[in-house]
């Protein structure tokens, strides 16, 4: 994780988006295929990096929803 996660914020740092977002759908994908049910984007700048429609925001919680669900003994 640590491999994907921090190149792509580096990249964000350097003004690259375009690699940045591309590093940041990889390390979700790998995430993904190793069996995890959801990722929280704990980062600002991690939210604003995929467009809105992306498939893999659809696996993706706000830590706040996070928050919530997991003081009302949800799953979400």
């Known amino acids: 994780m640590e491999h ?7 990249a ?9 977002t591309n590093l940041l759908r990889r390390a979700l994908q790998v ?3 190793r069996a995890v049910n959801i990722v929280i984007l704990a980062s600002n700048d991690t939210l604003n ?4 429609d992306d498939p893999l925001l659809n696996k993706s919680i706000d830590p706040m ?3 919530v ?3 009302m ?3 979400c």
């Open 12 to 20: 964000l740092n350097r003004k690259d988006v375009e690699g940045a």
């Open 49 to 52: 990096l995929l467009p809105p």
């Open 69 to 71: 669900c997991s003081q």
């Open 31 to 33: 995430l993904l295929a």
């Open 65 to 67: 929803d996070a928050l």
């Open 4 to 10: 994907t996660l921090i190149p792509a914020l580096d």
């Open 73 to 75: 003994g949800e799953i």
